[in-house]
């Protein structure tokens, strides 16, 4: 099993940034894939952006691109989510996922709000 305990939001102005992290713990040797994924109240959870860890290959959804950046640091176990230029529509909820061999796991969440 692996555990995930995300950190970092907050409430920032437009316009403003945020780093993400996400920590993971326990059969961490067995994740080949880690992801951000987000859900705004009322929404359905959506896809933010995913990285492989061994090449740290990486995908965004178009409504991030440009603006976030997801990056790993496989010897911390950790993951990471720059956002910059941060839009109200951004507000959500933010979710850390892995993808093992064995099954996928998420974190907690951690509240992202985007507002004056």
């Not at 099993?1 to 945020?18: A, N, R, Y």
């Not at 359905?44 to 178009?62: C, H, K």
């Not at 911390?76 to 064995?102: F, G, I, R």
Request: aromatic share 10%; charged share 15%; hydrophobic share 35%.
């Amino acid at each position: 099993q692996v555990q995930l305990v995300e950190s970092g939001g907050g409430l920032v102005q437009p316009g403003g940034s945020l780093r993400l992290s996400c920590e993971a713990s326990g059969s961490t040797f067995s994740i080949y894939r880690m992801s951000w994924h987000r859900q705004a109240p009322g929404k359905a959870r959506e896809l933010v952006a995913t990285i492989t860890r061994a090449a740290g290959t990486t995908m965004y959804a178009d409504v991030v691109k440009g603006r976030f950046t997801i990056s790993r640091d496989n010897g911390k176990n950790a993951m990471y989510l720059q956002m910059n230029s941060l839009k109200p529509e951004d507000t959500a909820v933010y979710y850390c996922n892995t993808e093992t061999w064995s099954g996928a796991y998420w974190g907690q969440g951690t509240q992202v709000t985007v507002s004056s």
